[in-house]
Every structure is written in C-alpha cells, then in structure tokens.
C-alpha cells in the first residue's frame, strides 16, 4: 500500500519535492563525509576533467546539459523538479557538509556511507514521487524505464557501471564507496519507489499527469 495517496495538491507536491531534495543533498553529505569513493557520476566528471583540462565543476554541469539531450528521443520533458533538482540540491548538500562532522574511525566511515546511499534512494524516490520533473540523471533513469519497460534496479545500475567505467579509464578515482553505490543504489530505489508507491511505467513525470502513486501490481517490475 503505497504512503502517499495523491499528489494532486500542488502545494503538498511542492513540499514534497522540497523535502525530497533536501533528503538527497544531505544523503550527498553523508556519503562525503564517509570518504571511501565518490559516486559514479563524479568519478566520470574527475575523468572529463583530467582528459579535458576543464575544471570538474564545469565538467558537471557540461555533463548536465549533455544527459539532458539524451532526454530528447526519449521524450522525457522537464519540470520544476528538474530546476529545483539542479539549484538546490548543492546548496542542501553544503547545509549537510556544515553540521555533519567528517567520519574519523573506519566503522564510522561506512556507517556514514551507507547511510547516506540508503537516504538518497529514498530521497530519489520521494521527489520523484511528487511528479513535478526530476533531475538530469534520475530523468535519463525514469525515461529509460518507461520506454524500455525493464525495471528500475536494470537500467539504473546499468546507467551507474557504465558511467563509473568510462571514468575510470579516463583517470577517475573509483573506491569502495564508488563500487557500492554502483551496485546499490539501483536496488535501493526500486524497492523504495515501489514502498511510496511511485509507478514510472506511465506518462512522463514532470506534467503530474500519470498516476506516479499508484500500488501497481504486486512482484510488477518497477
């Protein structure tokens, strides 16, 4: 049975979408402050980076716009979530950063780890939920789903292993953290979107449209 019944309400949506990313910048801070590997996207930045010689700031937001071309044949249409996504999620990630101490003991440093990486599905499937866009690379991951019809955990964790790779040959540092949110935090999501009942097999999410809370079917592939 799925916790959030309707999203109709645009206010309500709203804080969800708010609340959701706030969830994921600290998830982020959590998981840098456990500093055993950086997540496959920035891994394939710091790659770019080197390659390039472009700093790896510019280098995300270059990799941005360019996941957000691959947005096109897949019909995926942004939302405020997705601007929302890319301006507040850094500044939340630099709240968490300022209150959470940095990990000191090696236990601590999973504990911060995985903490972290099980927020941020959850955080990802709660913004998501609300159905107002989601990010750059959560809508490659919700469109894919949607065209393809293979399940969340499929196409996310493909999503993850490929990025992570071709960054690592292009002189990206991978670690254990780097390896575990690869493999994990496909899984994460799936199970969490289908507990708050996200369903990403309908319409595009950032028009509010398609039933996004819906239980589905039970053993459905998410």
């Not at 019944?5 to 456990?34: C, E, F, K």
Request: proline content about 6%.
């Amino acid at each position: 049975m799925p916790l959030f019944l309707s999203t109709q309400n645009l206010p309500a949506r709203l804080l969800r979408l708010l609340l959701g990313l706030l969830m994921y910048g600290i998830a982020i801070a959590l998981m840098i402050r456990g500093n055993i590997g950086a997540s496959p996207w920035d891994v394939f930045a710091q790659g770019a980076s080197r390659t390039t010689g472009i700093s790896f700031g510019l280098c995300t937001v270059i990799i941005s716009a360019i996941v957000l071309l691959f947005w096109i044949p897949l019909r995926q249409k942004p939302g405020v979530g997705t601007i929302a996504n890319a301006v507040l999620v850094g500044v939340f990630a630099d709240l968490g950063l300022a209150v959470i101490p940095q990990a000191s003991h090696p236990l601590l440093q999973g504990a911060s780890f995985m903490c972290g990486l099980c927020l941020l599905a959850f955080a990802t499937a709660l913004y998501i939920g609300a159905g107002l866009g989601p990010g750059p690379r959560d809508g490659l991951m919700t469109g894919l789903v949607r065209v393809t019809g293979r399940p969340v955990w499929m196409i996310r964790t493909g999503i993850e292993l490929s990025v992570v790779v071709v960054g690592f040959f292009m002189g990206g540092v991978v670690g254990a953290g780097t390896a575990a949110f690869a493999v994990g935090v496909g899984p994460l999501t799936q199970v969490t979107l289908r507990w708050l009942g996200v369903n990403l097999h309908g319409k595009n999410q950032s028009s509010g449209a398609a039933p996004l809370l819906d239980a589905g079917t039970p053993g459905s592939p998410l």
